[in-house]
């Protein structure tokens, strides 16, 4: 999950290979940037970033993205593969001006495989999920019918319970 299905926009592009030097580490993506329901200049840019030392690694991103590192948020998250609970943190960052918007998760280098493979199951996802995903996408970004609100919560019923057959069981603290 290193590479992409989907080409970046280049100021994504440029931005990742910044990061991942600054960091001295691989980053991952998942998401809809591994599937084709990714609307370029749309669709946030969901990425893992594993590490040795989350708290070092959390102030080398406020730095790099010029936030507060109180503003990253400890999530405790139950994977639907292994059932097991893992701990990590979470940033949204959003640049307006290059219209960009990215979410990074960083999580300790031992749950390495098992978030990777609970992301990977999202990946190669059934024709009719891609298909229903592309559409809700479509009326949401591009004829903005759909209230966020209602956006967000076909989508997540469509990942979590047409994909998993349950709820994302996800706290943000």
């Known amino acids: 999950m290193e590479n992409t299905k989907n080409e970046f926009p280049i100021y994504a592009k440029d931005f990742f290979n910044k990061l991942s030097n600054y960091l001295d580490t691989k980053i991952y993506f998942y998401g809809s940037i591994q599937r084709y329901d990714y609307f370029p200049n749309f669709s946030d840019i969901d990425v893992d970033i594993f590490t040795d030392n989350e708290k ?13 590192k109180n503003e990253f948020k400890k999530i405790v998250y139950r994977l639907h593969k292994s059932n097991k609970v893992i701990y990590g943190y979470k940033i949204k960052y959003d640049d307006v001006e290059n219209n960009f918007s990215t979410e990074i998760s960083v999580y ?7 978030i990777l493979l609970e992301h990977g199951s999202k990946i190669n996802i059934p024709f009719y999920i891609t298909f229903l995903l592309y559409f809700l996408k479509f009326f949401y970004y591009n004829l903005g019918i759909l209230p966020q609100n209602i956006y967000y919560f076909i989508k997540n019923f469509i990942i979590n319970y047409l994909i998993e057959g349950k709820d994302c069981e996800f706290i943000t603290m």
């Open 56 to 68: 070092s690694t959390i102030s080398k991103l406020a730095h790099f993205l010029g936030l507060n």
């Open 108 to 114: 300790n280098e031992k749950d390495k495989e098992v």
